[in-house]
């Protein structure tokens, strides 16, 4: 027996929660640098839970970090594809780091933090695999006049789940009502103050907590304490990611992927479209015109045989992409996949095979997310 | 009937001229929970140490190697409906294949269980 996919990273370091997830019976393993809890009771398990209750997971390993100064919003607006300078305080964006020919350096939140009558303030997590060198680029390519800050010393925790809301609003009465899908707020817990997005990588409703280092046990402890919340490990985060339709950046995201490519049209927003200026723009607007030569697409396989990241994709007797993500979905049934494949081949409905161990399995096209989102949008019915 | 066990976690049940072969509770540990399980069909000959099955766990898929070279006698049908018998029962009815061992020579060499506890033990 041989596990393909688990990497041991030299040297590994320990996250805030560490020892409160080994006390849970966490399996820790390398991601991103840092010792994480993979699983507790196990992926399905807590795959389920999360669709059903509410899960907990440890994003810690995320970069958060805090952009200050006159100017601010433009300035990103030269790394980034959003609008970020007519963003409302309080609102929050999914963009993209783009390097200068278009293609993706990271993908990120960006939340507009400025304070009444402060200076411009923007809050970004961005990926852990990529902080550092998303920290370097965003040092070379601002203006000396804005200051970047690492918040190192803040844990970060995802309350992911259909019950989530009504947890947190036990837990910190008067914090969700005002909160609708992608909208940030500032709330005292116990002498700190954390920052909660209503947000997530699940596709539940759910929020996204940022929190002291010295206070994320505390914390982590007190949502634990409800009867609706189990921690989850990254394997669910994973497979719940996946069912959502959301690209994992470093698999279904790279700097060879643009944002048209992958799908991601939407983070281009339409004053940016007009005003252009963000990097790759001509490259980008020229995709959005005319349409991207490969699109990231949605499969749906047969049976139970998964497809995986490399798998090749094809059209009878001619390989037209390839797998960029791929496992089974606990809540189809069936295995689902992102692939990159050509235009001609993109469409709804579209029948093609993946390559898997040799065989060819029947794969169609279809629409993501796999499993709908249940954002909470305010307004919304 | 004498188990023995492989580095690879896989076990072997010898009997007469024939085996049984799975996956060990440590790896079905290891692996998580396990849906999907590939078994080789009837009549597949199999050589000692090569790919003879795939399991896969939500996360990723794994090779299963032959213990010994030989011919599949038959696949296990029941984990085609239930994969997760590996993670229930991996030593006994979340078997994976039989068949007809080509030379007992290369059960010389396996780990018993005593031997296979201490292995497990050591990593």
């Known amino acids: 027996m041989s596990d393909e996919a688990e990497v041991e990273a030299e040297v590994l370091e320990q996250l805030p929660l560490d020892a409160w997830h080994r006390a849970r019976g966490a399996r820790m393993v390398g991601f991103a640098g840092y010792e994480m809890p993979i699983q507790y009771e196990g992926i399905l398990a807590e795959h389920e839970w999360t669709r059903q209750h509410a899960g907990l997971f440890d994003v810690s390993h995320m970069g958060q970090l805090i952009v200050t100064g006159e100017g601010a919003a433009e300035a990103l607006e030269a790394l980034l594809p959003a609008d970020v300078s007519s963003l409302k305080r309080g609102r929050i964006r999914y963009s993209l780091l783009l390097g200068e020919d278009g293609g993706i350096l990271d993908d990120l939140m960006v939340t507009n933090v400025t304070r009444e009558g402060g200076e411009p303030a923007f809050y970004l997590v961005v990926n852990g695999a990529t902080k550092w060198d998303d920290i370097g680029h965003l040092r070379e390519h601002l203006p000396d006049a804005i200051t970047l800050t690492y918040l190192e010393d803040r844990a970060l925790l995802a309350l992911q789940g259909p019950e989530a809301a009504a947890v947190l609003e036990r837990v910190m009465p008067g914090v969700t009502g005002e909160l609708g899908f992608m909208q940030s707020t500032e709330y005292a817990f116990e002498g700190g103050h954390l920052a909660i997005a209503r947000s997530g990588y699940t596709g539940e409703d759910g929020f996204e907590i940022s929190v002291a280092a010295g206070q994320a046990e505390r914390l982590a402890e007190r949502l634990c304490a409800e009867a609706e919340v189990k921690p989850i490990g990254l394997g669910a985060r994973d497979s719940l990611r996946l069912e959502a339709g959301l690209p994992l950046y470093g698999h279904d995201l790279t700097p060879e992927t643009d944002p048209v490519s992958a799908g991601l049209e939407f983070a281009i927003s339409k004053a940016r479209r007009a005003r252009g200026g963000f990097p790759g723009a001509e490259h980008i607007l020229k995709l959005l015109d005319e349409g991207a030569p490969t699109r990231r697409v949605g499969l749906a396989l047969e049976g139970r045989m998964a497809a995986r990241e490399g798998a090749p994709v094809h059209a009878g007797d001619r390989q037209v992409g390839t797998v960029t993500s791929g496992g089974f979905s606990p809540t189809l049934g069936h295995p689902v996949a992102m692939a990159y494949v050509d235009a001609a081949h993109a469409s709804e409905g579209t029948a093609l095979e993946v390559e898997v161990r040799g065989k060819r399995l029947p794969a169609r096209v279809v629409p993501m997310p796999f499993v709908p989102h249940r954002y909470h949008r305010k307004g919304a019915v | ?123």
């Open chain 2, 1 to 123: 009937m004498p188990r023995y066990f492989t580095e690879e976690h896989e076990w072997i049940e010898v009997d007469g001229d024939t085996a049984t072969i799975g996956i060990t509770d440590y790896a079905q540990e290891q692996l998580g929970d396990i849906v999907f399980v590939e078994v080789p069909a009837a009549g597949t000959a199999l050589a000692k140490g090569k790919e003879a099955a795939v399991v896969e766990s939500v996360k990723a898929a794994s090779d299963v190697f032959a213990p010994v070279s030989g011919t599949v006698i038959e696949g296990n049908a029941a984990l085609e409906d239930d994969p997760a018998l590996v993670n229930t029962a991996p030593e006994a009815g979340g078997w994976f294949f039989r068949l007809t061992i080509a030379d007992p020579g290369e059960l010389e060499g396996l780990m018993d269980q005593a031997k296979y506890k201490d292995f497990v033990a050591g990593l």
